[in-house]
Structure formats: C-alpha cells, structure tokens
C-alpha cells in the first residue's frame, strides 16, 4: 500500500459525448455538463491535497471531428477561460496549458496568455489544461528544439525532459485516469507517465464529482509502487 501523498494525478475526461446522448442532447450540452464536473474535481483535487491536475481537454487528433464542434470547443476555451478568472483567483488556483498553441484561434491564444499571467502567482493547486496535445508530438517538438540549438548534439533523457514544456515546473505523473471505461492513453503524457499508477473507470465524465475523486486517491494508495525495484 502507498503511503506517499498523490501529487499529480491526470485525467483523461471522456464521455461528454455519450451523456449527452443517453440523454437524447446534443454533444455540446455534454461538453457544459463536463464543465461543470470540472470544477468539482479541482475544488475536490484540492481539498485532497492534489498539488498538480492534468487534463486533457483537447487532443492533436481531436482536430478530425467536425468542424462544427472543433469551432465550439475553441469558443469555448476563449470564452470560458477568461470568465472563471475570479473563481481562479478565489481558490488560489494556477491554470498552466501545455500544448503546441502554434494553430490555435487567436481568440483562444489570448484566454490562454491572460489567464495564466493572472493565476501565475496562485500554488494551492496547478491545473494543466493539455489543448491541442499529443504526447508524441510533445516528444517530437522537445527533440527539434534541442537539434535547433544545436543539430549535433547528442540526444539524452535528460535533455529531451529539459526542453519540454513546463518541466521545471510540473513534476512526472503519479496516476493518469480515465472516465467512462475506455483502457487506453490516447496519446496522453506519455513521457511523464512512464511509472505511472493507470486507473480507469466507467462513469461518464460529466457525472464525475468530489466521491469520484475519493475514489481515485483511495484506488492510488492502495497500490505499491515499485519503480523497477522491488517491493
């Protein structure tokens, strides 16, 4: 049984899709039910002493759905990040977004630059919003980082981890989980979980809440982490 605390814990939020459809909804009424759990599962990280919560809000691949609801997912960042400022700063929140941000909307960009320089002091809890994220592309874009300083230079762990994005700041994950019952990674941190605990569960996203949470931690702690040791 684990006896450290769950500092990073990740998630991949799936399912706002099939509650919405369960529902006889629309998807988009899926994504504002996902919204609204998420709030919840911050103040719930948080309160459990949660230091640092991934998300994953948007993938590399997620840009293959149709247009219509790529174009409102991105209205959505724009609009919905600037307006939980005050609720972020309520609850000393720090909101990092790690992703390549290079073809985001513009509207999108700004939200994401105003809301971190304003939650840049906050420590209670890091939220990381992964946006137009892939974990091989993360990979990908550390390595031409380092080949563009330097192209013969050789390429060590430790120099691909320093060129990625917030790795001074964010440590490696501790536990990535997934909602509604999918058991795969999507392409999610895939560096940074490299001896992360794997944890996945059948309730759809949006209905995800503080007792999901104290699941997760309770399902973490039960686990004994060996790091290629032995127990």
Known sequence: MSTENLTHLAVIMDGNGR???KRNL?????HLAGLKALKKIILASKKSDVKFLSLYAFSTENWRRPDS???YLMNLIASKLPSEIKF???EQIRILVRGDRTNLPKAAINAINKVEDETKEFSAITVILCINYGGHDEIVRSVNSILKENPTTEITEDLIKSHMQFNDIVPCVDMIVR???EKRLSNFLLWESA????GFYDTLFPDWDEQMINIVIKDYQSRIRKFGGIS
């Open 69 to 71: 609801e790529v174009n």
């Open 195 to 198: 001896y992360a605990e794997l």
């Open 19 to 21: 509650w919405a459809k």
């Open 88 to 90: 972020y700063k309520s």
């Open 26 to 30: 629309p998807r988009t009424a899926g």
């Open 179 to 181: 909602s509604a019952g």
